[in-house]
């Protein structure tokens, strides 16, 4: 008898995960109130209520910050990723921090604000600099008939901006 009960009760949550994700996958709203709260607790936790939108033909590109450490002459010194690789889970945090600040909210003073900031950062780590260039990439994904006829996804320049190290003036005495 325990069996059987156990049998249902698995089955029952398996159908439950089942309809909600496929309530998610089409996007269907169930209203306001308890259900839809528990279902929303469950999704977040489960991925159920993603909508699956990296099934869909138009799937959304994906931004990169690097910054090209420049000396007095012009030479490129390194080329550092504002992602580390330490943790793979921070890294998406920071390209959807990225993504979220560029494209979601798209306010040109703070942007310019934010890619100062970062400059700053690397001038920090990188003394012998004389110029930090920002740049943001986008990646482009071709549709599936380009990437069957042999074209791959690739980095392009999104935005780009240059800073220059402030050269101390000394007081005359």
Do not use: C
Request: glycine fraction near 8%; proline fraction near 3%.
């Amino acid at each position: 008898m325990k069996r059987r009960s156990a049998k249902k009760i698995w089955l029952t949550v398996g159908l439950t995960h089942a309809a909600l994700v496929l309530l998610g996958a089409f996007q269907i709203n169930l209203g306001h109130g308890l259900v839809r709260e528990l279902a929303t607790i469950y999704g977040k936790f489960s991925g159920s209520t993603s909508g699956y939108a990296f099934f869909a033909p138009g799937v959304g590109s994906t931004l990169r910050a690097t910054f090209n450490v420049i000396d007095e002459k012009g030479a490129v010194l390194a080329r550092v990723p504002l992602e580390q690789g330490k943790n793979h889970e921070a890294d998406l945090r920071v390209g959807n921090m990225i993504g979220w600040f560029w494209k979601d909210n798209p306010k040109r003073e703070l942007q310019r604000s934010m890619t100062a900031s970062w400059a700053a950062k690397i001038f920090a780590r990188y003394p012998r600099a004389a110029a930090i260039e920002v740049v943001l990439e986008e990646f482009q994904l071709p549709d599936m008939d380009r990437y069957r006829a042999g074209e791959r996804p690739t980095w392009t320049k999104y935005y780009s901006a240059k800073f220059k190290k402030a050269v101390a003036k000394k007081k005359e005495a």
